[in-house]
């Protein structure tokens, strides 16, 4: 072996040291050299001193030969100072809520996140339910799991599963769905209704005829049959111009009117300056009219209401009705549970109906009136004219009309209470079977089908 040239007193003593601890000694010929850059080649299989083959050295020394093999020291690994590895990246795991850390490489890392997380470090909390339900029906619950996310069972009136789609069962393919005679069953999305048979109107297991006659402000209309709807009285403002069209129900306003048609929707005349001559495209049990607003009862016992609603008379709650009555500016209705609901005006009280349970209610000017299933009457509101301070007895009837209220008996005979300043609380001693109460008149059916009609007579609406 020849001894390499230095390129420095500095290095001579660094390599002359790391030569000594290697057993060899190149004397002083280290100082003395020009300096040229040594060759030193770790081989973990060679001995201190050998020199590298001759592939070695073609692949070391340059070729114009300012070098020779001689300038080749090959040492062992063990001589060399020993090199630690790179740091770890993953070391601490950077990845957050158990997320697996993967080393990228030059430093970098992935974090491969558990299920509902994600970010660079796992940082972010997912909501997959956020975004189109996770994939569930829309009628169905999502609920974010660990596993992704879990879709509800369907609810009732479905088949099918929450993870594909939900689809409605028909109830009324088999056995009318179970309904009553005297109704016809409706299917509706996941639930069916057995809606009273056109003409009639109440719960499924009481369908009630539908009135034939209504009193208005100043004019009255009747339907005989499935005809189109009589009417006289005030007509100022065409209230009394009926359509050609048979109808099932009529019922005057104040200087309007509306009807069912045969197919249960709504027609009506007269002003409209509220929206009340607009009803919607929709089909109704039955229909009332109040000053300047409509209520109508659906076939699934729920209550839509049009036209003037300043006072939320046309703002029912979303609950289920067998009938319903509209006064002046407010609304009342029977619950399917028996109970009363009113809604809109309610400055004399006419809104807060009495508890108990109650078969037929009816709305005057600011006052109201119910029959109880014992067959009482029960009155609230506006009692300036006793107009709410019924007499005892039973009935079969009653009706609230401006400032006066009327009943009919069982056995036909009407009484009436409250303002009488036109006649109109002085009923004929003849027999009935239907009242209806105006604002400053009344008429009823006779039991032989003609109408009578008593109290204010200014726009012949007491002369049918």
Same mark, same amino acid.
């Given at each position: 072996? *020849?001894c390499?040239?230095?390129?420095?007193?500095?290095?001579?003593?660094?390599v002359?040291?790391?030569?000594a601890s290697?057993? !060899?000694s190149c004397g002083d010929?280290?100082?003395l050299?020009?300096?040229?850059?040594?060759?030193?080649v770790?081989?973990a299989?060679a001995?201190?001193?050998?020199?590298?083959?001759?592939?070695?050295?073609?692949?070391?020394? #340059?070729?114009d030969?300012?070098?020779?093999?001689? %300038?080749?020291?090959?040492?062992?690994?063990a001589s060399?100072?020993?090199?630690?590895? #790179?740091p770890?990246p993953?070391?601490p795991?950077?990845c957050?809520?158990?997320?697996?850390?993967?080393?990228?490489?030059?430093?970098q890392?992935?974090?491969?996140?558990?299920a509902? *997380?994600?970010g660079?470090?796992?940082e972010v909390?997912?909501?997959?339910c +956020?975004?189109?339900?996770g994939?569930?029906?829309?009628?169905?619950?999502?609920?974010n799991?660990?596993?992704?996310?879990?879709?509800?069972a369907?609810?009732?009136?479905?088949?099918?599963?929450?993870d594909?789609?939900?689809?409605?069962?028909?109830?009324c393919?088999?056995n @009318?769905?179970?309904?009553?005679?005297?109704t016809?069953?409706?299917n509706?999305?996941?639930?069916?209704?057995? +809606?009273c $048979?056109?003409?009639t109107s109440g719960s499924?297991?009481?369908?009630?005829?539908?009135p034939q006659?209504?009193?208005?402000?100043?004019?009255n209309?009747?339907?005989t049959?499935?005809s189109p709807?009589r009417?006289?009285?005030?007509?100022? *403002?065409?209230?009394?111009t009926s359509?050609?069209?048979?109808v099932?129900?009529v019922?005057?306003?104040v200087d309007f009117?509306?009807a069912?048609?045969? %197919?249960?929707?709504?027609?009506?005349?007269?002003d409209?300056?509220?929206?009340?001559?607009? #009803?919607?495209?929709?089909?109704?049990?039955s229909?009332?009219?109040?000053?300047?607003?409509?209520?109508g009862l659906?076939? %699934?016992?729920s209550v !839509?209401?049009?036209?003037?609603?300043?006072?939320? &008379?046309? =703002?029912?709650?979303d609950e =289920?009705f067998? &009938?319903?009555?509209?006064?002046? =500016?407010?609304t009342?209705?029977i619950?399917s549970?028996?109970t009363?609901r009113?809604?809109?005006d309610?400055?004399?009280g @006419?809104t807060?109906?009495?508890r108990?349970n109650?078969?037929q209610?009816?709305?005057g000017l600011?006052h =109201?009136?119910?029959l109880?299933t014992t067959?009482?009457?029960?009155?609230?509101?506006?009692?300036?004219?006793?107009? +709410?301070?019924?007499?005892?007895?039973?009935? +079969?009837?009653?009706?609230?009309?401006? &400032?006066?209220?009327c009943? !009919? *008996?069982s056995?036909?005979?009407?009484?009436?209470?409250?303002?009488?300043?036109?006649? @109109?609380?002085? #009923?004929?001693?003849?027999?009935?079977?239907e009242?209806?109460?105006?604002y400053?008149?009344?008429?009823?059916?006779?039991?032989?089908g003609?109408?009578s009609?008593w109290?204010d $007579? @200014?726009?012949q609406?007491?002369t049918?």
């Amino acid at each position: 072996m *020849r001894c390499f040239r230095p390129w420095s007193l500095v290095a001579s003593a660094v390599v002359s040291a790391a030569f000594a601890s290697l057993g !060899l000694s190149c004397g002083d010929n280290l100082a003395l050299q020009p300096p040229i850059t040594p060759v030193v080649v770790p081989d973990a299989g060679a001995d201190a001193g050998d020199v590298g083959s001759p592939a070695m050295m073609d692949a070391l020394l #340059p070729t114009d030969g300012s070098r020779d093999s001689a %300038d080749v020291v090959v040492v062992p690994d063990a001589s060399l100072p020993e090199v630690p590895p #790179p740091p770890d990246p993953c070391v601490p795991n950077p990845c957050l809520h158990d997320g697996v850390c993967k080393n990228a490489g030059a430093g970098q890392t992935t974090c491969i996140c558990p299920a509902l *997380r994600g970010g660079p470090y796992c940082e972010v909390d997912q909501d997959i339910c +956020a975004m189109n339900n996770g994939g569930c029906d829309p009628l169905v619950t999502c609920t974010n799991d660990p596993a992704g996310r879990r879709c509800g069972a369907c609810p009732a009136g479905y088949t099918g599963t929450g993870d594909t789609a939900c689809l409605d069962i028909d109830e009324c393919a088999v056995n @009318q769905g179970g309904c009553p005679a005297t109704t016809t069953c409706k299917n509706t999305p996941g639930k069916f209704v057995c +809606a009273c $048979n056109a003409g009639t109107s109440g719960s499924p297991t009481d369908c009630r005829a539908l009135p034939q006659l209504s009193a208005g402000n100043y004019h009255n209309c009747q339907r005989t049959g499935q005809s189109p709807a009589r009417c006289w009285g005030a007509n100022d *403002r065409g209230q009394s111009t009926s359509p050609t069209v048979p109808v099932l129900q009529v019922s005057a306003g104040v200087d309007f009117t509306c009807a069912l048609r045969l %197919d249960k929707t709504v027609v009506c005349w007269g002003d409209g300056w509220a929206g009340q001559g607009m #009803p919607p495209a929709e089909t109704f049990m039955s229909i009332t009219a109040g000053a300047d607003g409509v209520c109508g009862l659906r076939d %699934d016992l729920s209550v !839509l209401c049009w036209g003037e609603g300043e006072a939320g &008379q046309t =703002a029912p709650p979303d609950e =289920a009705f067998i &009938q319903i009555a509209s006064g002046y =500016a407010h609304t009342c209705g029977i619950h399917s549970d028996g109970t009363l609901r009113c809604w809109g005006d309610n400055g004399d009280g @006419q809104t807060r109906a009495p508890r108990g349970n109650y078969t037929q209610v009816a709305s005057g000017l600011d006052h =109201a009136c119910a029959l109880r299933t014992t067959g009482t009457v029960a009155c609230w509101g506006a009692n300036k004219f006793r107009q +709410a301070t019924p007499p005892s007895g039973t009935f +079969a009837q009653v009706t609230a009309g401006g &400032q006066h209220s009327c009943a !009919l *008996r069982s056995t036909g005979s009407v009484v009436c209470w409250g303002d009488n300043s036109a006649g @109109q609380a002085s #009923p004929p001693s003849t027999r009935f079977t239907e009242i209806s109460a105006g604002y400053r008149h009344t008429c009823g059916i006779t039991t032989g089908g003609s109408i009578s009609c008593w109290g204010d $007579n @200014q726009d012949q609406e007491s002369t049918p």
